[in-house]
């Protein structure tokens, strides 16, 4: 079990100090980047005057390691400072934000999650199935496809053919559950066609991997059904990677969201980082940037640890 | 040695009469098309001339080098014959961009060339291989001669607003009444080519520091390697959209920074293979034999490293490509007046609300060069991986 914690350990240690290290560029890219930023915000016809004041006030004048540590500080108690654009506290503006976006990440992962598994599964047992070859060519051309293509073509049959869904997800903070649920479902499912078929694709691999193992072929002479094969005994041991792509992608889901959010003007953190890049409300980015990172590095060091966790070479040592 | 046979009994090198009348020919034919545009853009005209001899000297080279048949010869001959006399045909259109022209022909000529040269490996492609192939040649030819084949200026105002398909408008107008397959077609040339030049980058800067790693080892090789890993654990569009929100957006932001950013990926990939490459004997060899890194990197991992990066590029450019139109959507790639594919779905958007699938088109036709590009890619590996087993 030692060597099992050891390996965990490290592994954490590394994504604190990756975590660090985007923080540090996060908020000092400002700095290595060309153009000056104050002279951007304030448009060529600013005076030497104010685009010094608006240095002061973007701290801009502070040496390099006041201003992270600062900007740390603030950070890890809630306080991200003031939009230049409405000069609203950001913590306020990206409150509800993060919950829309982390509410359909979650519906997205929900549905995704088991129906990709679930479709892996059934294309390892039937493989080489005209069922097989249609699963196939249907992921790998969703891999293919821009994301706002698939979106749209949803939007096209299900809110303008059919009318069964919202074509924008508009939602206000007091929705009930269900509500919620129903207005983002289109850019839930959108979602869910970007991520399923990585996902599904693995699930297959795995499986099929594990086939030509001697202990699949004992269980295939004792006479047990294909099904009961890959369930009980493929299965379980093709879990790591199974969980390992499952929370990539899960990741995947956070930062994909930015794209969705546009196409259905949902109010999410995605849709708010990119108004943002537009008015150059560089706070604003830089918060919105450092949880889309912090979240993306933390679920990819999740899978890190679950696949050393879940090695079963590792969880029985010898 | 089979030769090369595309249903001729010939296999003894034919003469070499074809080749010359075909350079020739094109010679002329260039020269003609920037002479006559002297008066438009002098120095221009003058840098096309220039091109075009270095261009003929290029052509007769590879030409001669080349391993022919009479069959061959025909196609190439055939297929340069064939677009001088479009062109001539349509001469008040062409003339007027002899660049394009000049490029289109490129296109084939080098199309015809490569056809003939890989003809062994070609005929055997499966279908999907070859439909990406089509796919591909007709979206290059596109967009190398895209000013001689759309019907109007790129952002020149033809029409009113949102006109329906048909008449003078082939798939209608846009939201500012400009023509839908004008915009296309510039669309095309403006997303492939910066996609391409970008893909250049990072395949250029990649694949030079992963071999650079491999080759020297030690501190070298762990420096980069974890700088790549840094770059990678931020995720690629957040990444993008935090440069852009400081630098502002323009082209050459957009080249450099998705180039770098993906270069990580060709870095992983190039490193991995060169690393199975300089512990071969005959890098040893080169080693010391004294060869500088240079040499080791250029005539040793290189040759050797081409299949797979090959393939990698195809991918990497699908994966630029997708990157740049979603920026694009998002308003924050290629600005307008400039036509561009994402763009141009997130403008005509409100097309959807009505049923109307023109917004789509764009969208399509960055979908249907991806699957073309992903399905030559697939069959590429499959022919590299068998070769090698």
């Known amino acids: 079990m030692g060597k099992l914690a050891a390996m965990v350990a490290r592994r954490l240690a590394l994504g604190l100090l990756t975590l660090f290290i985007v ?23 600013a005076t030497p005057e104010t685009i010094a004041a608006m240095r002061k006030e973007l701290g801009l004048d502070l040496p390099l390691h006041e201003r992270y540590i600062e900007w740390l500080w603030k950070m890890m108690h809630g306080d991200m400072g003031v939009s230049l654009a409405n000069q609203r506290e950001i913590s306020e503006l990206i409150g509800t934000r993060l919950e829309n976006t982390l ?54 049959v299900f809110a303008v053919t059919l009318g069964w869904f919202p074509s924008i997800s508009n939602v206000s903070p007091g929705l009930g559950f269900w509500e919620h649920a129903y207005r983002v479902s289109l850019p839930a ?7 399923i078929a990585h996902m599904m694709r693995m699930t297959r691999a795995a499986i099929i991997n594990l086939l030509a193992s001697p202990y699949i072929e004992m269980a295939a002479l004792k006479g047990m059904t294909r099904s009961r094969i890959i369930i009980k005994h493929a299965l379980p ?3 790591a990677p199974i969980i390992n792509v499952i929370v990539i992608n899960l990741a995947y889901l956070v930062v994909g969201v930015v794209i969705v959010e546009v196409v259905f003007v949902y109010p999410g953190l995605g849709q708010l980082l990119v108004d943002s890049v537009s008015t150059r409300d560089i706070p604003v980015v830089q918060a919105s940037a450092m949880i889309f990172a912090g979240t993306y590095i933390l679920l990819n060091l999740t899978a890190d640890v679950l696949s050393i966790a879940t090695n079963p070479r590792l969880m029985h040592p010898r | 040695m089979v030769s090369i046979s595309m249903g001729s009994t010939l296999s003894a090198k034919p003469s070499p009469w074809a080749c010359r009348l075909s350079v020739t020919a094109v010679h002329f034919f260039i020269l003609v098309l920037f002479l006559q545009n002297m008066n438009a853009d002098t120095w221009l005209a003058i840098l096309g001339v220039i091109v075009v001899h270095l261009y003929s000297a290029v052509a007769l080279y590879l030409w001669s080098n080349l391993d022919r048949t009479t069959a061959g010869d025909t196609v190439i001959v055939a297929v340069t014959l064939e677009f001088i006399l479009i062109a001539v045909l349509f001469w008040d259109r ?50 190398a001669a895209a000013p001689v084949i759309a019907p109007f200026g790129e952002s020149e105002i033809v029409g009113f607003e949102y006109e329906p398909w048909g008449g003078e408008f082939l798939l209608g107008t846009d939201n500012l009444g400009r023509d839908m397959l004008t915009r296309l077609i510039y669309g095309g040339r403006n997303t492939i080519g910066i996609a391409f030049l970008t893909t250049c980058l990072a395949f250029f800067l990649g694949s030079f520091l992963g071999f650079v790693a491999a080759t020297l080892g030690g501190w070298t090789d762990q420096g980069l390697g974890r700088l790549c ?17 400081v630098t502002g957006t323009s082209i050459p932001v957009l080249i450099v920074v998705i180039g770098v950013l993906d270069s990580t990926r060709v870095f992983r990939l190039s490193r991995a293979v060169a690393m199975n490459i300089v512990v071969m004997d ?23 490293s081409m299949a797979p990066l ?72 499959h022919l590299t991986s068998g070769l090698r087993e």
């Open chain 1, 23 to 45: 923080s540090v560029f996060i908020s000092l890219g400002v700095e290595f980047l060309p153009g000056d930023l104050a002279t951007a915000v304030m448009g060529q016809s």
């Open chain 1, 103 to 156: 509410f359909l990440a979650m519906i997205a992962a929900v549905v995704a999650v088991p129906l990709a598994v679930t479709l892996g599964i059934l294309a390892a047992l039937y493989r080489y199935s005209l069922y097989d070859r249609l699963v196939n060519i249907t992921t790998l051309s969703s891999i293919s496809f821009p994301e706002f293509f698939v979106a749209y073509i949803l939007v096209l």
């Open chain 1, 189 to 195: 499912l959108t979602l869910t066609l970007v991520v």
């Open chain 1, 237 to 239: 041991n093709a879990l």
């Open chain 2, 94 to 143: 062409f003339s007027d961009w002899p660049w394009s022209t000049f490029f289109g022909l490129f296109v084939m000529q080098s199309c015809a060339y490569l056809g003939v040269r890989f003809w062994r490996g070609l005929s055997k492609a499966p279908p999907t291989a070859w439909f990406g192939l089509v796919v591909i040649l007709l979206y290059v030819l596109m967009a």
């Open chain 2, 229 to 245: 890993d840094i770059m990678m654990a931020i995720p690629g569009l957040i990444f993008i959209l935090m440069v852009l929100s």
């Open chain 2, 282 to 304: 005959y890098v040893e060899a080169a080693r010391l034999r004294g060869e500088s890194l240079w040499w080791v990197m250029w005539r040793e991992v290189l040759p050797n």
């Open chain 2, 310 to 381: 090959v393939a990698e590029f195809g991918l990497r450019f699908c994966f630029v490509f997708l990157t740049l139109s979603a920026l694009s959507f998002l308003g924050l790639g290629i600005q307008p007046p400039l036509a561009d594919w994402g763009s141009m779905v997130r403008e005509n958007a409100t097309l959807i609300t009505f049923g109307d699938i023109t917004p789509l088109l764009p969208a399509a036709s960055i979908a249907l060069l991806t699957v073309g590009v992903n399905f030559v890619v697939d069959w590429f590996l």
